[in-house]
């Protein structure tokens, strides 16, 4: 897949699943805007996706405030001329029993995976209207579809459904400015996510365990994601809008 001289904005680009997208844009010829909190990651992802530096553009700062998507468009439009796509990739998990999560922890996922994903998109898409075109993939989460035991995840889970339904609805209104959105749905991919709410050993010790829960007999690795991204956000595809594709290694078609 070829996406030369496009421009696209990653957020969440600074590990794991938008790090992999971002370094294969870039690969594909296109120009690349990254988003995340963590300047210093950031920085070391630009350096790592481009190290000359004329294709890739950093930008840190809270996905859930509403006036860092509007950062995001402008630095597209200022440095590389305009935006073609949007991979909406930032997002948290930390599983919680239903019982114990606090208001705060509520409003982080909603925040961060709702709103910001949402406000995202409607800057993007404003600016994707002037050039009557563009291509917005979400990063959503099997978890939206199917509840799991092991990993209680309920504000998470109702965060990413909202981001399911959002792309539903936004298919039919951005369909006559020529922008399509879909969006992915992944299990369990080994990203840095899991680091952020257990040890280096726990996760040495976890993830391995889930290996089995996917029909297919493995976890995710950020690449399985990726290629499933790129066609989404393709030309290949562009008779596809308005869909959540499942990107799980099974785990949603049913149990053996």
């Known amino acids: 897949m070829s996406f030369q001289e496009k421009t696209v904005i990653v957020t969440g680009g600074g590990s794991g699943i938008g790090l992999e997208v971002a370094k294969r844009f870039v690969q594909a010829g296109a120009n690349v805007v990254i988003n995340g909190r963590d300047e210093a990651k950031l920085a070391a992802a630009a350096q790592e996706i481009d190290p000359?530096?004329?294709?890739?553009?950093?930008?840190?700062?809270?996905?859930?405030?509403?006036?860092?998507?509007?950062?995001?468009?402008?630095?597209?439009?200022d440095q590389f001329g305009g935006l073609d796509i949007l991979i909406n990739n930032a997002g948290i998990f930390a599983p919680k029993p239903f019982l114990e999560i606090t208001e705060e922890e509520y409003d982080r996922f909603l925040d961060i995976i709702l709103k910001g994903k949402f406000f995202m998109a409607q800057e993007a898409a404003k600016a994707m209207k002037e050039r009557s075109q563009g291509a917005i993939v979400q990063t959503g989460s099997m978890w939206a579809i199917q509840a799991i035991g092991a990993t209680p995840s309920s504000a998470y889970s109702a965060a990413n459904a909202g981001v399911h339904q959002m792309v539903k609805n936004l298919a039919l209104e951005l369909a006559e400015h020529k922008i399509r959105i879909n969006a992915v749905a992944p299990a369990v991919v080994e990203t840095p996510v899991y680091n952020t709410f257990m040890s280096d050993e726990e996760v040495k010790n976890t993830l391995p365990t889930f290996n089995a829960f996917h029909p297919i007999g493995r976890n995710g690795q950020p690449k399985d994601v990726a290629?499933?991204?790129?066609?989404l956000a393709s030309e290949k595809a562009d008779w596809i809008t308005g869909t959540v594709l499942s990107v799980d290694g099974g785990v949603t078609a049913g149990r053996n």
Do not use: N, Y
Request: charged share 25%.
């Open 52 to 77: 000359k530096g004329t294709h890739v553009a950093v930008h840190s700062g809270d996905i859930s405030k509403p006036e860092t998507a509007k950062e995001l468009v402008a630095l597209a439009v």
């Open 227 to 231: 290629e499933a991204i790129l066609f």
